[in-house]
Protein backbone atom coordinates (compact mmCIF):
# COMPACT_ATOMS: atom_id res chain seq x y z
CA UNK A 1 0.00 0.00 0.00
CA UNK A 2 1.48 3.28 -1.07
CA UNK A 3 1.20 6.99 0.77
CA UNK A 4 -0.02 9.72 -1.46
CA UNK A 5 -0.23 13.53 -0.96
CA UNK A 6 -2.77 15.75 -1.91
CA UNK A 7 -0.42 18.76 -2.45
CA UNK A 8 0.91 16.72 -5.59
CA UNK A 9 -1.15 15.37 -8.37
CA UNK A 10 -1.69 12.15 -8.48
CA UNK A 11 0.15 9.93 -10.83
CA UNK A 12 -2.18 8.66 -13.75
CA UNK A 13 -2.77 5.09 -12.93
CA UNK A 14 -3.89 6.09 -9.53
CA UNK A 15 -6.72 8.33 -11.28
CA UNK A 16 -10.26 6.92 -11.32
CA UNK A 17 -10.48 5.65 -7.81
CA UNK A 18 -12.89 5.97 -5.36
CA UNK A 19 -11.90 8.13 -2.52
CA UNK A 20 -13.10 7.40 1.22
CA UNK A 21 -13.10 10.29 2.47
CA UNK A 22 -12.59 11.92 6.62
CA UNK A 23 -10.34 12.35 9.62
CA UNK A 24 -11.01 8.66 10.14
CA UNK A 25 -8.76 9.23 13.50
CA UNK A 26 -9.10 6.13 15.65
CA UNK A 27 -10.61 4.31 12.61
CA UNK A 28 -13.34 3.02 14.45
CA UNK A 29 -16.49 1.11 14.00
CA UNK A 30 -18.16 4.29 12.03
CA UNK A 31 -15.30 4.88 9.74
CA UNK A 32 -14.63 1.85 8.60
CA UNK A 33 -18.76 1.13 7.67
CA UNK A 34 -17.60 4.57 4.96
CA UNK A 35 -14.55 2.64 3.84
CA UNK A 36 -16.76 -0.62 3.50
CA UNK A 37 -18.92 1.15 1.07
CA UNK A 38 -15.50 2.77 -0.38
CA UNK A 39 -14.24 -0.79 -0.82
CA UNK A 40 -17.28 -2.11 -2.23
CA UNK A 41 -17.73 0.38 -4.85
CA UNK A 42 -14.55 0.34 -6.36
CA UNK A 43 -14.77 -3.46 -6.94
CA UNK A 44 -17.97 -3.37 -8.02
CA UNK A 45 -16.22 -1.18 -10.84
CA UNK A 46 -12.93 -2.40 -10.72
CA UNK A 47 -11.68 0.58 -9.60
CA UNK A 48 -8.88 1.65 -6.96
CA UNK A 49 -9.55 2.89 -3.45
CA UNK A 50 -8.09 5.25 -1.45
CA UNK A 51 -8.61 6.65 1.97
CA UNK A 52 -7.75 10.25 2.22
CA UNK A 53 -7.14 11.52 6.01
CA UNK A 54 -6.21 14.42 7.65
CA UNK A 55 -2.53 15.10 9.05
CA UNK A 56 -2.17 17.65 11.20
CA UNK A 57 -5.51 17.44 12.33
CA UNK A 58 -7.38 20.39 11.63
CA UNK A 59 -7.88 20.78 15.39
CA UNK A 60 -4.09 21.30 15.35
CA UNK A 61 -4.06 24.44 13.17
CA UNK A 62 -7.25 25.84 14.65
CA UNK A 63 -6.40 25.42 18.24
CA UNK A 64 -2.43 25.46 18.60
CA UNK A 65 -2.79 24.27 22.38
CA UNK A 66 -5.76 22.05 22.33
CA UNK A 67 -4.30 19.36 24.41
CA UNK A 68 -3.03 15.81 23.00
CA UNK A 69 -6.25 14.26 21.75
CA UNK A 70 -5.10 11.63 18.61
CA UNK A 71 -6.11 8.01 18.66
CA UNK A 72 -3.80 6.93 16.14
CA UNK A 73 -0.35 7.90 14.13
CA UNK A 74 -0.62 8.33 10.57
CA UNK A 75 1.21 5.27 10.33
CA UNK A 76 -0.87 3.71 12.10
CA UNK A 77 -3.96 4.66 10.11
CA UNK A 78 -2.12 3.22 7.16
CA UNK A 79 -1.74 -0.16 8.13
CA UNK A 80 -5.31 -0.10 9.27
CA UNK A 81 -6.61 1.12 6.00
CA UNK A 82 -4.65 -1.48 3.94
CA UNK A 83 -6.00 -3.87 6.46
CA UNK A 84 -9.24 -2.93 5.36
CA UNK A 85 -8.96 -2.97 1.87
CA UNK A 86 -7.25 0.32 0.87
CA UNK A 87 -4.95 0.46 -2.29
CA UNK A 88 -3.39 3.80 -1.21
CA UNK A 89 -3.90 6.42 1.59
CA UNK A 90 -4.23 9.89 0.56
CA UNK A 91 -3.05 12.22 3.01
CA UNK A 92 -4.31 16.21 2.99
CA UNK A 93 -1.78 17.97 4.82
CA UNK A 94 -3.83 20.67 6.75
CA UNK A 95 -2.34 24.17 6.77
CA UNK A 96 -3.46 27.92 6.01
CA UNK A 97 -3.90 27.29 2.60
CA UNK A 98 -6.32 24.47 2.99
CA UNK A 99 -7.76 26.03 5.84
CA UNK A 100 -8.92 28.84 3.30
CA UNK A 101 -9.52 26.58 0.54
CA UNK A 102 -13.33 27.04 -0.35
CA UNK A 103 -15.75 24.04 -1.07
CA UNK A 104 -16.23 24.19 -4.47
CA UNK A 105 -11.82 24.83 -4.82
CA UNK A 106 -12.09 21.38 -2.65
CA UNK A 107 -14.10 19.54 -5.07
CA UNK A 108 -13.50 21.27 -8.07
CA UNK A 109 -9.81 21.78 -7.43
CA UNK A 110 -8.55 19.13 -5.30
CA UNK A 111 -11.03 15.73 -5.46
CA UNK A 112 -11.85 16.22 -9.28
CA UNK A 113 -8.58 18.01 -10.90
CA UNK A 114 -5.62 16.82 -8.53
CA UNK A 115 -6.51 13.63 -7.68
CA UNK A 116 -8.87 12.54 -9.99
CA UNK A 117 -11.38 11.01 -7.72
CA UNK A 118 -14.50 9.09 -9.85
CA UNK A 119 -16.40 9.34 -6.66
CA UNK A 120 -16.04 10.29 -3.00
CA UNK A 121 -17.63 7.76 0.48
CA UNK A 122 -17.93 10.05 3.55
CA UNK A 123 -20.31 10.01 7.09
CA UNK A 124 -23.14 11.91 6.34
CA UNK A 125 -22.10 14.28 8.98
CA UNK A 126 -18.82 15.11 7.25
CA UNK A 127 -17.50 18.88 6.58
CA UNK A 128 -15.52 20.57 4.71
CA UNK A 129 -13.90 23.73 2.61
CA UNK A 130 -13.87 26.90 4.37
CA UNK A 131 -15.72 27.65 7.94
CA UNK A 132 -16.77 24.04 7.30
CA UNK A 133 -18.96 25.51 3.84
CA UNK A 134 -18.85 21.46 2.38
CA UNK A 135 -21.22 18.89 3.26
CA UNK A 136 -22.60 15.98 1.40
CA UNK A 137 -25.48 17.70 -0.50
CA UNK A 138 -22.68 20.17 -1.50
CA UNK A 139 -20.24 17.36 -2.43
CA UNK A 140 -23.10 15.90 -4.72
CA UNK A 141 -23.98 19.41 -6.00
CA UNK A 142 -20.53 20.56 -6.53
CA UNK A 143 -19.38 17.07 -7.76
CA UNK A 144 -21.79 16.46 -10.43
CA UNK A 145 -20.16 19.53 -12.36
CA UNK A 146 -17.13 17.42 -12.45
CA UNK A 147 -18.47 13.60 -13.07
CA UNK A 148 -17.64 13.05 -9.50
CA UNK A 149 -20.04 11.00 -7.67
CA UNK A 150 -20.31 11.04 -3.94
CA UNK A 151 -22.17 8.52 -1.09
CA UNK A 152 -22.80 9.14 2.07
CA UNK A 153 -22.95 6.26 5.31
CA UNK A 154 -24.91 7.15 8.14
CA UNK A 155 -23.82 7.04 11.65
CA UNK A 156 -22.95 3.51 13.19
CA UNK A 157 -24.67 2.82 16.55
CA UNK A 158 -22.79 0.62 19.38
CA UNK A 159 -25.46 0.10 23.08
CA UNK A 160 -28.14 3.04 21.23
CA UNK A 161 -25.43 5.59 20.94
CA UNK A 162 -23.48 6.71 17.69
CA UNK A 163 -19.90 5.67 17.23
CA UNK A 164 -17.68 8.89 17.58
CA UNK A 165 -14.04 9.38 18.01
CA UNK A 166 -14.99 11.42 20.80
CA UNK A 167 -16.40 8.38 22.59
CA UNK A 168 -13.85 6.76 22.27
CA UNK A 169 -11.24 9.66 23.75
CA UNK A 170 -14.42 9.62 26.69
CA UNK A 171 -14.07 6.07 27.54
CA UNK A 172 -9.79 6.02 27.87
CA UNK A 173 -10.21 8.94 29.82
CA UNK A 174 -12.41 7.06 32.15
CA UNK A 175 -9.77 4.18 31.76
CA UNK A 176 -12.72 1.87 30.13
CA UNK A 177 -10.46 0.08 28.17
CA UNK A 178 -13.31 -2.28 27.58
CA UNK A 179 -15.82 0.04 25.62
CA UNK A 180 -12.89 2.42 24.19
CA UNK A 181 -12.01 -1.70 22.59
CA UNK A 182 -15.19 -2.06 21.51
CA UNK A 183 -15.80 1.15 19.34
CA UNK A 184 -12.31 0.67 17.71
CA UNK A 185 -13.09 -3.36 17.28
CA UNK A 186 -9.12 -3.50 18.74
CA UNK A 187 -7.31 -1.91 21.49
CA UNK A 188 -6.23 1.64 22.27
CA UNK A 189 -2.52 1.91 21.48
CA UNK A 190 0.59 4.14 21.50
CA UNK A 191 3.69 3.56 19.32
CA UNK A 192 6.74 5.46 19.62
CA UNK A 193 10.04 5.15 20.25
CA UNK A 194 12.22 3.41 23.60
CA UNK A 195 14.13 6.19 24.78
CA UNK A 196 16.67 6.00 27.78
CA UNK A 197 14.98 7.11 31.10
CA UNK A 198 16.30 7.40 34.33
CA UNK A 199 16.88 3.57 35.03
CA UNK A 200 15.10 3.41 38.35
CA UNK A 201 12.81 0.82 37.37
CA UNK A 202 15.88 -2.02 36.60
CA UNK A 203 17.45 -1.39 39.92
CA UNK A 204 14.37 -2.43 41.69
CA UNK A 205 13.76 -5.06 39.52
CA UNK A 206 11.07 -3.99 37.15
CA UNK A 207 13.01 -2.18 34.45
CA UNK A 208 10.80 0.13 32.14
CA UNK A 209 10.50 0.71 28.28
CA UNK A 210 9.75 4.01 28.36
CA UNK A 211 7.98 6.20 25.52
CA UNK A 212 7.32 9.67 25.47
CA UNK A 213 3.23 10.18 24.09
CA UNK A 214 3.74 12.86 22.16
CA UNK A 215 0.45 13.63 19.96
CA UNK A 216 -1.37 10.83 21.21
CA UNK A 217 -4.75 11.16 23.45
CA UNK A 218 -3.73 10.76 27.53
CA UNK A 219 -5.69 8.23 28.75
CA UNK A 220 -6.50 7.94 32.48
CA UNK A 221 -3.39 8.09 34.66
CA UNK A 222 -2.64 4.91 36.27
CA UNK A 223 -1.87 1.15 36.17
CA UNK A 224 -2.49 -0.90 33.05
CA UNK A 225 -2.70 -4.64 31.44
CA UNK A 226 -1.07 -3.97 28.75
CA UNK A 227 0.53 -5.79 25.47
CA UNK A 228 3.70 -4.73 23.63
CA UNK A 229 4.66 -5.46 19.76
CA UNK A 230 8.17 -5.07 18.62
CA UNK A 231 9.55 -4.18 15.31
CA UNK A 232 9.72 -7.93 14.75
CA UNK A 233 5.97 -9.51 15.38
CA UNK A 234 6.94 -10.47 19.06
CA UNK A 235 3.88 -9.91 21.60
CA UNK A 236 4.95 -9.21 24.99
CA UNK A 237 2.74 -9.49 27.94
CA UNK A 238 2.85 -6.37 30.88
CA UNK A 239 2.07 -3.77 33.33
CA UNK A 240 2.60 -0.35 32.22
CA UNK A 241 2.32 3.04 34.45
CA UNK A 242 0.78 6.14 31.98
CA UNK A 243 1.45 9.46 33.95
CA UNK A 244 3.99 11.68 35.77
CA UNK A 245 5.43 8.87 38.36
CA UNK A 246 4.32 11.19 41.86
CA UNK A 247 6.30 9.11 43.63
CA UNK A 248 9.54 10.31 42.03
CA UNK A 249 10.81 13.71 41.58
CA UNK A 250 10.35 15.66 39.77
CA UNK A 251 7.29 14.70 38.16
CA UNK A 252 7.99 13.33 34.12
CA UNK A 253 5.20 12.45 32.09
CA UNK A 254 5.63 8.72 30.59
CA UNK A 255 4.75 5.51 29.46
CA UNK A 256 6.45 2.97 30.64
CA UNK A 257 5.26 -0.56 30.34
CA UNK A 258 7.64 -3.47 32.39
CA UNK A 259 7.34 -6.46 30.01
CA UNK A 260 6.61 -9.90 32.37
CA UNK A 261 9.72 -12.58 31.30
CA UNK A 262 11.61 -10.39 28.60
CA UNK A 263 15.57 -9.70 28.21
CA UNK A 264 17.04 -7.39 25.93
CA UNK A 265 18.09 -4.48 24.93
CA UNK A 266 14.76 -2.34 23.12
CA UNK A 267 16.42 1.38 23.40
CA UNK A 268 15.81 3.19 19.96
CA UNK A 269 13.08 0.34 18.64
CA UNK A 270 10.00 1.56 17.91
CA UNK A 271 7.30 -0.90 19.76
CA UNK A 272 3.74 -0.56 20.36
CA UNK A 273 1.71 -0.26 23.43
CA UNK A 274 -2.07 -1.65 23.55
CA UNK A 275 -4.17 -1.26 27.07
CA UNK A 276 -6.05 -3.81 27.52
CA UNK A 277 -7.70 -3.22 31.04
CA UNK A 278 -6.92 -0.50 34.12
CA UNK A 279 -6.18 -1.43 37.27
CA UNK A 280 -5.73 1.34 39.26
CA UNK A 281 -4.93 5.00 39.30
CA UNK A 282 -1.87 6.60 39.65
CA UNK A 283 -0.70 6.73 43.05
CA UNK A 284 2.44 8.46 44.94
CA UNK A 285 3.61 6.10 47.65
CA UNK A 286 5.72 7.12 50.94
CA UNK A 287 8.53 4.62 50.34
CA UNK A 288 9.72 2.69 47.65
CA UNK A 289 9.59 -0.40 49.56
CA UNK A 290 5.87 0.63 49.02
CA UNK A 291 5.92 1.34 45.69
CA UNK A 292 8.32 -2.31 44.83
CA UNK A 293 5.29 -4.17 46.44
CA UNK A 294 2.47 -2.61 44.89
CA UNK A 295 3.88 -3.04 41.20
CA UNK A 296 4.80 -6.82 42.00
CA UNK A 297 0.69 -6.82 43.13
CA UNK A 298 -0.10 -5.18 40.00
CA UNK A 299 2.24 -7.25 37.73
CA UNK A 300 0.18 -10.38 39.02
CA UNK A 301 -2.74 -8.92 38.69
CA UNK A 302 -2.25 -8.09 34.66
CA UNK A 303 -0.29 -11.00 34.09
CA UNK A 304 -3.87 -12.71 35.33
CA UNK A 305 -6.03 -10.99 33.28
CA UNK A 306 -4.10 -11.07 29.88
CA UNK A 307 -3.60 -14.89 30.22
CA UNK A 308 -6.73 -15.78 31.11
CA UNK A 309 -8.64 -13.21 28.33
Given at each position: ???L ?11 G???A??N?D ?20 G ?20 P ?15 A?GA??M??F ?6 A ?30 K ?13 A ?9 G ?6 V?V??S ?6 K ?13 P???RGI ?12 F?T ?6 K ?8 Y ?13 G ?31 E ?5 H?F ?9 L??L ?16 N?
Amino acid sequence: MIRLYARERVPENWRGAIVALGNFDGFHLGHQAVVAEAVRWARAEGRLVMIATFDPHPVCHFDPKAPPFRLTSLDQRQELFAAAGADAMLVFEFDATLAQTSAQDFVGQLLADRIGAAGVVTGEDFTFGKQRGGNISVLRELGAQYGLAARAVGPVQRDGVVVSSSRVREALKAGDCATAAALLTRPFAIRGIVQHGDKVGRTINFPTANLAMGKYLRPAYGIYAVKGRLCDGRELLGAANVGIRPTFDPPKELLEPHFFDFTGDLYGQEIEVSFHHFLRPEAKFDSLDALVAQMARDCLEARRLLENA
